[in-house]
């Protein structure tokens, strides 16, 4: 049984451009862009400015050069040079963020400071919890926040290596302005989408504002045999009832279909050359895209008190459906059945979850402010929430075995004696009250600190009538942070903080799994960083050192426990120069990544976890044009270090860099401002393993992109 052509490579300096424009969206966007005259006039440079995510700190609008925390806010300007349409796009840009079990047709999944973030804790839309168990749109939102480390302060329950939080974009602020833009985009692969952009004000006084998104795509990627679709509808406002009073609402609505994507595998006890990105290893006739729907939205009401104190009421609701679909490879090759045959030939299930409902409401209401307390000033803030969230699944899933694939390109049969397994519904409810306070203990010293005391029930049930297993625990804790902060001169500040956080773990809601969907406790992280940052003339820098320290979850023979210690020693680091025209930056990161106190399986004590580079680089080098004002031009490079594949060391993934050409044109057409950009992706067309996890007790191994090309245009008018 032969099994080479998923893995052959490309002849070398192989590269399609693919330049025909199917879609009618994206050809007429452009026409439209060209019917102005070819008059251009320079536009005024773009200024970032440096302010904290004040939704996911929880200790207000403090610039990040003074806070003593690491995060990082990636602007609406950002998002648009990526071509982010997911928030791995985005992320990927800081060196901490790595894949994670990172499909390409799926939810993203990603790790930060070597932690695998949890999709039901770690994300947040507008400051409040949502469920990032599904495809959530970029193209309204404003820009995306990452806290870096353990976030008990901020969310009480959260996996430790930081929390994400999409901040939607909003009306604009000023009487007159107006926004009004057409964009369109071609690549990676043949996808092609447009979007519209709108937002003014009304009404009397214009006190009345709107800010209206729209998006379609058709979804054609490098990897061939995934075509699908998704579209985005979204409408935020803002009523300003008074001077001291503010109504916002906002909501979308979004549908992604998609044919899935599969990751290669080990090939018995070795690991394979690099595979072809663009093959979709288990496409079958029969194969069904996967379905994700949602709804969100939320509204905020904001009343200045007196002595500039603000109280703010805020909910928060989130209601999901997904259509759970994949052509599903899973190999017997090892004793467990968790790699290829040597072969390469591999097994082929067919796995579908319909109807998948998962729903979240939060209810928040916070009040800030400042107070003179003896000799010092306190920036204090009183919060509380009650937040419920349901997983309610079909009563079975469809986990059927088809046959078993010899090489690429096989068709086995459809389905027909389908095998199916009981799902299991999960919920909870928890209720947190919260405090911080930043108190100014000298002109240039400050203390951090604050407290978050969650109070959580939670339950399961399995959906298996002869055993339905019901489980419900109720946990309360408290997780403290604290910092202090100082500035050594202008611009140059120095911190330590400390800080605390609980994970609730659960079984993954997997056939299987001997313990599927159970509840398997709460445990609590701990971190410690010491930092610096600052800024002198054209240098900018920050670095960190931190320690964290939490109970590790692992999978033996499809059995999920929580036993022993994974121990994250790291040092997180960026230094950037502007100069002229130029702008020069890096970022790395340093990890070392130890698991302890394992009484099960002994073996992996002392060991580095699979799946986490030890070293990290992000780095970018970018030119503004003199002599065409608007003209820039941008090489990014990427780099991640060997990762483990097996437990034991015996197999590695080595590790890749890749480079990323762009060039940005900002202009005037006819007074119309039209920002164009063209990029090349994977420069050198590199070929290797992205990632290597392990997942339901499978090693996977996910192929990098290859060279792809990207264009887009976004006119205002």
């Given at each position: ?16 451009p693919r330049l025909a424009l199917r879609a009618t969206q994206v050809a007429s966007a452009l026409a439209w862009v060209a019917m102005s005259n ?17 939704q996911v700190s929880g200790f207000g609008e403090v610039p990040l050069s003074k806070a003593p925390f690491s995060a990082v806010n990636i602007d ?279 109807n998948e409902r998962r729903t979240s409401d939060a209810f928040q209401t916070a009040l800030s402010g400042t107070a003179q307390w003896g000799e ?342």
């Open positions: 049984m032969a099994f080479f052509s998923p893995f052959s490579r490309r002849p070398s300096g192989h590269f399609e070819a008059h251009a006039q320079s536009l005024t440079e773009i200024t970032i400015t440096d302010k904290t995510p004040s609406q300007q950002t998002l648009q040079d990526v071509g982010a349409q997911r928030v791995s796009d985005a992320l990927r840009l800081d060196a901490s963020v790595a894949d994670s079990y990172n499909s390409p047709a799926y939810w993203d999944s990603l790790s930060v400071r070597g932690y695998t973030l949890d999709n039901r804790y770690n994300y947040r839309r507008e400051g409040l919890p949502i469920s990032a168990e599904t495809m959530i749109p970029m193209d309204n939102k404003e820009r995306i926040e990452l806290f870096k480390g353990t976030s008990g302060i901020q969310a009480g329950t959260s996996a430790p290596g930081g929390l994400v939080n999409y901040v939607v974009k909003r009306p604009p602020s000023a009487k007159d302005e107006t926004i009004r833009s057409l964009s369109a985009s071609y690549g990676p692969g043949k996808s092609s989408s447009t979007g519209l952009d709108l937002g003014g004000r009304f009404g009397q006084d214009q006190s009345l504002g709107y800010r209206f998104n729209a998006a379609y795509e058709d979804l054609d990627p490098y990897t061939r045999n995934t075509q699908g679709h998704r579209q985005l509808m979204a409408l935020a406002m803002d009523w300003r009832i008074s001077p001291d009073t503010k109504l916002e609402w906002e909501i979308e609505r979004s549908e992604r279909q998609q044919l899935g994507v599969n990751g290669y595998s080990l090939l018995g006890d070795t690991l394979p050359a690099p595979a072809d990105g663009t093959r979709n290893l288990t496409r079958q006739p029969w194969s069904v895209p996967a379905v994700f729907q949602g709804t969100t939205g939320s509204i905020r009401l904001k009343q200045n008190l007196d002595n500039a104190w603000l109280w703010t009421l805020q909910y928060g609701g989130q209601r999901l459906k997904t259509d759970d679909r994949l052509s599903y490879a899973y190999g017997c090759g090892g004793s467990f059945c968790d790699r290829f045959y040597p072969d390469g030939s591999f097994d082929l299930y067919d796995y579908r979850s319909e010092f000033q306190h920036h204090l803030t009183f919060s509380a929430m009650r937040h419920k969230q349901q997983d309610q699944m079909p009563i079975t899933q469809l986990y059927s075995y088809a046959g078993t694939v010899m090489q690429w390109g096989d068709v086995v049969a459809p389905q027909t004696g389908q095998t199916t397994y009981f799902n299991t519904n999960r919920s909870e409810v928890s209720t947190e009250l919260a405090f911080t306070d930043r108190m100014a203990l000298t002109a240039n010293t400050s203390a951090w600190w604050g407290l978050r005391h969650t109070q959580s029930e939670r339950s399961s049930l399995s959906l298996d009538p002869s055993n339905p297993n019901p489980v419900s625990v109720t946990s309360r804790f408290t997780t403290p942070w604290l910092a202090l902060s100082h500035s050594i001169a202008a611009g140059h500040t120095v911190y330590a903080s400390y800080g605390e956080g609980v994970e609730l773990f659960a079984a993954p809601n997997n056939a299987n799994y001997a313990n599927a969907g159970q509840l398997l406790g709460v445990s609590k992280s701990r971190q410690t960083e010491f930092g610096t940052k600052g800024t002198q003339g054209p240098w900018q820098w920050q670095a960190s050192v931190f320690h964290i320290q939490r109970p590790l979850a692992y999978d033996d023979n499809f059995t999920r426990m929580v036993d022993g210690l994974q121990t994250h020693l790291g040092l997180d680091a960026g230094l950037q120069w502007t100069q002229g025209s130029w702008v020069l930056g890096t970022q790395i990161q340093w990890l070392d990544a130890r698991l302890s106190g394992l009484t099960q399986d002994t073996r992996r004590n002392g060991q580095r976890p699979i799946n986490t580079p030890a070293m990290s680089l992000r780095a970018l080098a970018q030119y503004r044009f003199a002599d065409i004002p608007g003209l820039r031009s941008s090489l990014h490079l990427s780099h991640e270090g060997a990762r483990r594949v097996t437990e034991d060391g015996s197999i590695h993934q080595p590790s890749w860099t890749t480079l990323d050409l762009a060039t940005h044109y900002d202009t005037r057409l006819d007074g119309r401002r039209v920002q164009w950009t063209l990029a090349i992706d994977n420069l050198a067309d590199q070929r290797y393993w992205r990632e290597s996890p392990k997942q339901f007790g499978h090693y996977y191994l996910y192929p990098g992109a290859p060279r792809t090309l990207r264009m887009g245009v976004k006119a205002s008018f």
